[in-house]
C-alpha cells in the first residue's frame, strides 16, 4: 500500500513530539526540578517518553503507522511491509522531526546543555561501553518492535489497545535501560540532542543497536511466529 504526503508529515509530527518529549524530560527532571541526576529522575522520564508515544500511535496510527522510529521503518521495508520510496520519505520526515525537536528544547530550555539536552549515552553503570550499550539497545528495540509488529501487522491486538500496548513497552524499555544508556530504543531520539550539542561519539550505538533489535524481531514474529502456523482448534467440551 503506498503512502503519501499526510503519512510523511504525521511521522514528522510524531517523531517531533516523542523526541522533544523524551529529551526535554530529562532537562525538566533534573536540570528544573534539581534531581541530582538522570539515573534518579529516570521514572519521571520513562513515562514521560512512553505517554507521548502512546499518544502519538493514537492520534497519528491510523495516518502514518506512527513509526516514528528509523529502526521500525527500516524493518518494515526489510520485511515487504512499505514501500522503498516511502521508506525513505519516512527516514527524511523522522530525521528532520528529531531535528526541529532537538532544536526547540534548545531554545526553550537553555539550561538543557548542562544533560546534554538529554542525549542518551552509554552510563558508568555499564562501564561506559558502547558495545554493551548496543546490546541493551537492541534488546529494548526488540521488543519494541515486537508491540508495533503485534498491533501494525497482526489482528491479536485491540484497536483500543494498540497506544496502551505500545506506550507502555517504551516505559517497561526506558525504566530498565534509562540507568544504562538512556532508553532510547530509537535512533532519532539519541539524533536530535546530539544535533544540538554537535557531539556525535556515540551516536552510532543508538542506530546500530535499534535498527540490529527492530529487525530481529520483525523477522522473528513473521517467519517463526506467524508463517505457516498451524490454526488453534477449541476442544468440544
Given at each position: 500500500?503506498?503512502?503519501?504526503?499526510?503519512?510523511?508529515?504525521?511521522?514528522?509530527?510524531?517523531?517531533?513530539?516523542?523526541?522533544f518529549?523524551?529529551?526535554?524530560?530529562?532537562t525538566?527532571?533534573?536540570?528544573?526540578?534539581?534531581?541530582?541526576?538522570?539515573?534518579?529522575?529516570?521514572?519521571?522520564?520513562?513515562?514521560?517518553?512512553?505517554?507521548?508515544?502512546?499518544?502519538?500511535?493514537?492520534a497519528?496510527?491510523?495516518?502514518?503507522?506512527?513509526?516514528?522510529?528509523?529502526?521500525?521503518?527500516?524493518?518494515?521495508?526489510?520485511?515487504?511491509?512499505?514501500?522503498?520510496?516511502?521508506?525513505?520519505?519516512?527516514?527524511?520526515?523522522q530525521?528532520?522531526?528529531?531535528?526541529?525537536?532537538g532544536?526547540?528544547?534548545?531554545?526553550?530550555?537553555?539550561?538543557?546543555?548542562?544533560?546534554?539536552?538529554?542525549?542518551?549515552?552509554?552510563?558508568?553503570?555499564?562501564?561506559?561501553?558502547?558495545?554493551?550499550?548496543?546490546?541493551?539497545?537492541?534488546?529494548?528495540?526488540?521488543?519494541?518492535?515486537?508491540s508495533?509488529?503485534a498491533?501494525?501487522?497482526?489482528?491479536?491486538?485491540?484497536?483500543?489497545?494498540?497506544?496502551?500496548?505500545?506506550?507502555?513497552?517504551?516505559v517497561?524499555?526506558?525504566?530498565?535501560?534509562?540507568?544504562?544508556?538512556?532508553?532510547?530504543?530509537?535512533?532519532?531520539?539519541?539524533?536530535?540532542?546530539?544535533?544540538?550539542?554537535?557531539?556525535?561519539?556515540?551516536?552510532?550505538?543508538?542506530?546500530?543497536?535499534?535498527?540490529?533489535?527492530?529487525?530481529?524481531?520483525?523477522?522473528?514474529?513473521?517467519?517463526?511466529?506467524?508463517?505457516?502456523r498451524?490454526?488453534?482448534?477449541?476442544?468440544?467440551?
Amino acid at each position: 500500500m503506498k503512502m503519501g504526503r499526510q503519512a510523511y508529515v504525521a511521522e514528522f509530527i510524531g517523531t517531533f513530539a516523542v523526541v522533544f518529549f523524551g529529551s526535554a524530560s530529562v532537562t525538566i527532571f533534573t536540570v528544573v526540578l534539581g534531581l541530582s541526576s538522570p539515573t534518579s529522575s529516570f521514572l519521571g522520564i520513562a513515562f514521560a517518553y512512553g505517554l507521548i508515544l502512546m499518544i502519538m500511535v493514537y492520534a497519528i496510527g491510523g495516518i502514518s503507522g506512527c513509526h516514528v522510529n528509523p529502526a521500525i521503518t527500516i524493518t518494515a521495508v526489510a520485511l515487504r511491509k512499505l514501500e522503498i520510496d516511502d521508506g525513505i520519505a519516512y527516514l527524511v520526515a523522522q530525521v528532520l522531526g528529531a531535528t526541529f525537536a532537538g532544536w526547540a528544547n534548545a531554545l526553550i530550555l537553555p539550561s538543557g546543555r548542562l544533560v546534554d539536552f538529554g542525549a542518551p549515552a552509554p552510563s558508568t553503570a555499564i562501564g561506559q561501553n558502547s558495545a554493551a550499550a548496543v546490546l541493551v539497545e537492541g534488546i529494548i528495540t526488540f521488543f519494541l518492535m515486537f508491540s508495533v509488529y503485534a498491533v501494525l501487522y497482526t489482528e491479536k491486538v485491540p484497536a483500543g489497545a494498540s497506544g496502551l500496548l505500545i506506550g507502555m513497552t517504551l516505559v517497561a524499555d526506558t525504566l530498565i535501560a534509562g540507568p544504562l544508556t538512556g532508553g532510547a530504543a530509537n535512533p532519532a531520539r539519541a539524533l536530535g540532542p546530539d544535533i544540538v550539542t554537535g557531539s556525535y561519539q556515540t551516536l552510532w550505538v543508538y542506530w546500530i543497536g535499534p535498527i540490529m533489535g527492530a529487525l530481529i524481531a520483525g523477522f522473528v514474529y513473521q517467519y517463526l511466529l506467524l508463517e505457516g502456523r498451524p490454526k488453534i482448534s477449541r476442544r468440544e467440551s
